[in-house]
């Protein structure tokens, strides 16, 4: 299992399950082209480049390498680091058939091919840095960020004063917080925004 500060983009929720096998991290999917569209999800990759860096792992097909430079040419700051996976011939076991060049995308990758792929790109763990005093759900919720009458408008304030997408659900927001600070950072923060202080 390889620990990582920084977010890996794939491509899809299968990818996704796949990659949760082999890295602690957060992964974000872009429901393959539907990234073209997807301001928020476009918005929340470039802070995390900016922030954390992000590692860019897509199918080595066609389609793949489309969505791949879609999200380069997208994203203008920070640190993007590519991970390629081998073309093997096959076809996923979810799947009827196989994809339109034949090969296996990230879901059908075995563990260790996954971790060969991401050693060969120099990734190892890093998260030797990351907040030692992890954010919980339970924090949230003492903060009034979940469970409250005014929740969704005090997390759309702290989303706007971090200057983080609007749409993020409260797990997506507790993710990317995690990334940022500390728990008593959080706390400072919701201090300012409940004393008008976040102008």
Known sequence: ???????????????????????????????????????????????????????????????????????????????????????????ERRKVKPSAEGTLGVEGMDKEILLKAFKKAGITSSNTDAPK??????????????????SGELRRRLLSFLELPSLLSANSMLEVLNTMMTTEELRETMNKIETGEEG
């Open 133 to 150: 005093d992890p954010i919980s759900k339970t924090d949230l919720f003492e903060l009034g960020l979940s469970g409250g009458k005014n």
């Open 1 to 91: 299992m390889i620990k990582l500060r920084q977010a890996v983009i794939v491509e899809g929720k299968y990818d996704k399950i796949r990659l949760s096998s082999v890295i602690d991290g957060v992964i974000i999917v872009t429901n393959g082209f539907g990234i073209f569209k997807d301001k928020e999800k476009l918005a929340l990759i470039r802070f995390y480049a900016e922030k954390t860096g992000i590692i860019i792992l897509t199918d080595s097909d066609r389609a793949g390498f489309i969505i791949r430079n879609h999200i380069k040419g997208a994203v203008k700051k920070g640190s993007i680091q590519n991970v390629y996976i081998p073309e093997i011939l096959g076809k």
